[in-house]
């Protein structure tokens, strides 16, 4: 982190206030569906103007924020969430994502090369941390299940992180009970995508530190849910979960030889059609 802030508080405030939004150029200006032009913060990143805005400046301002200050940006934070899921949960998922200083997708996960950059880098999510609790607070209090959802499964990918880098089995166990927590609130507000891909994500962080029953369970669980919800958040296919499905099929298969039959004869007639695989 920055010793110097990079921008003041009050420039934190206005970005904060534009919300979370896409970055869409329209000749020289940059625009949404909510905001059609914004003049840049200079000394703010791309000035404060970009996919998953504001979360690199939050994180940037979290060393330089009192207690008072982090409840006031929180405040404002969650006033911006959508309380339903979106079409696209890019722009959310990057915006919490950035507040851990995380700017890669997915973490130790993504690759080996940032499996070992993650572990000499030494990861501190202890301010990050204390300012996403004062989110989850506001968002608790304003009954927005869908901004409780991100912020949870955001929360168990980091927890993942930190269990597979370490060997951490206690922040394991407290990463599945976090995708678990995030699922009760994707059925409230029906976010269809995280009914599946939650499950998908657990399995993966199982299978870094090879617990093979837990990413059985999870791959399986992941498949029988996408059977009913993959084609609501998907209706034409998708490449990119459709082939983590898939794997997750293959890895049943090949690791639950005493229910595969059984398993087989009721998923794979929907794998093939609506996954479109």
Not at 124 to 133: A, I, N, Q, S
Not at 200 to 205: E, K, L, P
């Amino acid at each position: 982190m920055k010793d110097k802030s990079h921008i003041t508080y009050k420039q934190l405030l206005e970005i904060v206030s534009w919300g979370i939004f896409s970055m869409d150029m329209r000749g020289n200006s940059v625009s949404d569906n909510r905001l059609c032009k914004i003049e840049k913060i200079e000394g703010a990143e791309y000035g404060g103007i970009y996919v998953g805005s504001p979360g690199r400046d939050i994180y940037y301002m979290l060393p330089h924020m009192d207690e008072e200050q982090m409840k006031e940006v929180a405040v404002l934070l969650c006033s911006k969430f959508l309380k339903t899921p979106p079409i696209s949960y890019a722009n959310t998922a990057a915006c919490l994502r950035f507040i851990y200083g995380q700017f890669g997708k997915q973490g130790s996960l993504r690759s080996e090369k940032d499996f070992k950059e993650m572990k000499e880098n030494k990861i501190d999510w202890l301010l990050p941390r204390k300012f996403l609790k004062v989110l989850e607070e506001k968002l608790e209090m304003s009954n927005n299940y869908y901004g409780l959802v991100m912020l949870y499964e955001m929360e168990a990918h980091r927890l993942g992180d930190e269990a597979v880098l370490n060997k951490d089995l206690e922040k394991l166990d407290k990463m599945e009970q976090m995708y678990l927590k995030a699922m009760i609130f994707a059925d409230k507000c029906n976010s269809y995508k995280h009914m599946f891909s939650l499950y998908y994500w657990a399995s993966q962080y199982f299978k870094k530190i090879n617990n093979i029953s837990k990413v059985v369970e999870y791959s399986r669980l992941s498949i029988i849910n996408a059977s009913e919800y993959y084609g609501k958040y998907f209706p034409k296919g998708e490449e990119y979960y459709s082939k983590r499905l898939s794997n997750s099929f293959t890895y049943v298969k090949q690791n639950d030889k005493k229910n595969w039959d059984k398993f087989k004869k009721r998923y794979e007639t929907i794998i093939k059609n609506r996954f479109r695989i």
